[in-house]
């Protein structure tokens, strides 16, 4: 993906060169930025589910970069809930804008959604299928921590069916030859395809159900949470949850360099006694979502000289 | 003596080497179940690479790319001869194409496609086994999902 082109939709639309470029600029930002660099553009942000992080961190950082924030968190409150179609909302909210980040409920709206507007479009979560920016942040935080992204140990933890961040990180991180350990309960196993298609790139993974078992060779504990929002059927739920909990003690017999990793919100399967432990990367992980789409903000404006082409 | 099992056609379409079990999926695509024009249709035909094969006959009528498209996916070895004046002037091989458009519908209930008014559109990754990709919402789909619009 050039940075002429202009959306983020799926983390499939990146090669090793995209995501290692974009790394490096998020790196910049991280030292230094210029406060004003969006001043006098509008991001919309349009959220037709639930988000916490991602909105408020996009906010955050097109704040941060001198930039305004518009948009809903409750569809409720818009003309979606009088029928209005996401072709037309896109339409009429382009024309307030100057980019937009949307997470939608179905699979593929952002997609669609990109094709309809003439402004970026940044897919902040489209049902179960992708959250790119998500995926950069964990990028982000993996190289941060580790000082690289290659040859790594990660074990993906909980409803590996639905999860979103887990599809997306398993295919950003074939791309660095990262070691899998797929640990699910069986009806929330590793979704066929994404499987079939680390085998295509020759990745080497494991899958179970017993934590214990891999535990000591994982460099990355990459948790989720079962959700709720998911399951057809709630009583398939209330067996599944609260399957896997990390808590401190487990910590403490695991590999020294090991860090904890969560997208949050997390419910039960990460104990507050982690927190406080070295191993714990997930709030620096929430936190490092800001400077990387302070990037992809700046990115996708234009507002960096793409030094690549 | 040789057997005529279906008269030959001065001008029109012939599909030939059709798994015998997907001979009337094709003559569904094709919609001549009512038309004016001659067809003819056989089934459980002796074929020496497959066993059994269907064969479909349509007299004055040539296929669009679409029709073709869609019969490289229930047919993907079938072959499509243009007869002109009771010979074969071109002979095609049916591809899986790379873009389908519009063709087969998406078998995610959660795909966009399935809730606005999205047209599909799919990528194919595999022709054999056959395996494509939603533009939307990237769900793969093999032969058994695969439902024509």
């Known amino acids: 993906m050039e940075f002429k082109s202009k959306d983020i939709i799926s983390i499939r639309d990146f090669s090793k060169e995209d995501l290692l470029y974009i790394l490096d600029i998020s790196k910049k930002f991280e030292k230094d930025y210029d406060s004003n660099l969006l001043n006098g553009h509008i991001l919309a942000t349009l959220f037709f589910e639930p988000s916490t992080r991602t909105r408020l961190s996009f906010s955050s950082a097109m704040s941060r970069l001198g930039g305004k924030v518009i948009g809903f968190d409750n569809p409720a409150s818009t003309s979606v809930s009088k029928g209005e179609s996401l072709l037309d909302t896109i339409k009429i909210v382009e024309g307030y804008s100057d980019i937009i980040v949307m997470r939608h409920p179905i699979d593929g709206a952002a997609r669609f959604a990109a094709e309809t507007a003439k402004i970026p479009i940044i897919n902040a979560g489209d049902g179960v299928n992708q959250h790119p920016t998500q995926t950069l942040l964990d990028l982000y935080t993996i190289q941060k921590s580790f000082g690289k992204l290659e040859n790594l140990n990660i074990g993906f933890v909980g409803d590996l069916k639905y999860g979103r961040t887990v599809h997306s990180l398993a295919h950003a991180l074939s791309h660095f030859k990262a070691k899998m350990y797929f640990i699910s309960p069986p009806q929330l196993k590793m979704p066929k395809d994404d499987l079939e298609q680390l085998d295509k790139e020759k990745i080497k993974y494991t899958e179970g ?71 714990a990367i997930y709030f620096e992980q929430a936190h490092n979502g800001v400077t990387v789409r302070m990037a992809l903000l700046s990115l996708l404006l234009k507002k960096i000289k793409n030094e690549r082409t | 003596m040789k057997e005529l099992k279906i008269n030959a056609i001065r001008e029109g379409t012939v599909i030939d080497h059709i798994p015998h079990n997907m001979t009337f999926k094709v003559v569904d695509i094709l919609g001549i179940t009512d038309t004016n024009n001659i067809v003819s249709i056989a089934t459980n035909l002796y074929s020496k690479k497959m066993r059994k094969k269907g064969l479909v006959k349509i007299g004055s009528r040539f296929l669009t790319k679409e029709e073709v498209d869609k019969i490289a996916l229930v047919a993907p070895n079938a072959s499509v001869n243009i007869i002109k004046n009771f010979e074969v002037t071109e002979k095609i091989k049916v591809n899986i194409p790379q873009i389908l458009n519009n063709i087969i519908k998406c078998s995610n209930p959660r795909c966009i496609t399935n809730n606005d008014k999205v047209s599909t559109l799919f990528h194919s990754t595999s022709s054999s086994p056959l395996k494509v990709r939603c533009h939307y919402c990237e769900r793969c789909m093999g032969k058994e999902d695969v439902e024509l619009l």
């Open chain 1, 209 to 279: 159900k017993d934590l214990s078992k891999v535990a000591n060779k994982l460099d990355i504990l990459y948790m989720t949470r079962i959700q709720k929002e998911r399951f057809p059927d709630p009583i398939e739920y209330q067996k599944l949850k609260g399957c896997y909990r990390i808590d401190k003690t487990f910590l403490e017999n695991t590999k020294k360099g090991l860090k904890v990793m969560h997208p949050l919100p997390r419910v039960d399967e990460l104990c507050s006694s982690c927190d406080g432990t070295e191993k």
